[in-house]
């Protein structure tokens, strides 16, 4: 994908994104050419709106949508703009749903299981205790101390 592909778009980011988190959207859009800013103006060419806002209003109950439509800035959801991506990149491939991608997410990684407990004393310690799920890390006080 061109590192240019976005050069000359200016566009705005709103709401609680579905499948890529806006720190990454943000990056991927710096990353080739374009330029995010905080708040809809005159030179902005798209606003990309999320499922929800972060105070869970729909997101067509936000400011930066009202001034969008108002100043007649083209709208898209998460969805649109990866579409918009696939078309000026020509790669249809392309997708911002890391599940899509091949990729999973932590929580759907599966524990390991030895098939015999014997084998446990042939691991080396930072393999036998590490964390085999989410819940390993997450509210495990007793167990960090």
């Given amino acids: 994908m061109p590192d240019d592909l ?20 943000e990056y991927f859009i710096n990353n080739h050419s374009g330029r995010c800013t905080g708040s809809v103006s005159g030179k902005t060419s798209y ?6 806002l972060e ?9 930066k949508y009202k001034l969008a439509v ?3 800035v083209k709208i ?11 078309d000026m ?3 249809k491939e ?6 899509k991608a091949g990729l999973m997410a932590a929580a759907e990684v599966k524990p390991v299981i030895l098939a015999d407990p014997a084998d446990i004393k042939q691991q080396m310690w930072t393999d036998r205790y590490k964390p085999r799920s989410v819940n390993d890390l997450i509210g495990n006080q007793a167990v960090v101390d």
């Fill in 76 to 86: 898209l959801s998460e969805a649109d703009f990866e579409k918009l991506i696939q």
């Fill in 94 to 99: 392309f997708t911002f749903n890391m599940r």
């Fill in 6 to 25: 976005l050069q000359g778009y200016t566009i705005v980011l709103t709401g609680v994104f579905e499948t890529i988190g806006r720190e990454k959207l």
């Fill in 47 to 52: 606003l990309i709106h999320g499922c929800k």
């Fill in 70 to 72: 108002q100043k007649g």
């Fill in 55 to 63: 105070d869970g209003r729909d997101f067509n109950q936000g400011n």
């Fill in 89 to 91: 990149s020509g790669n």
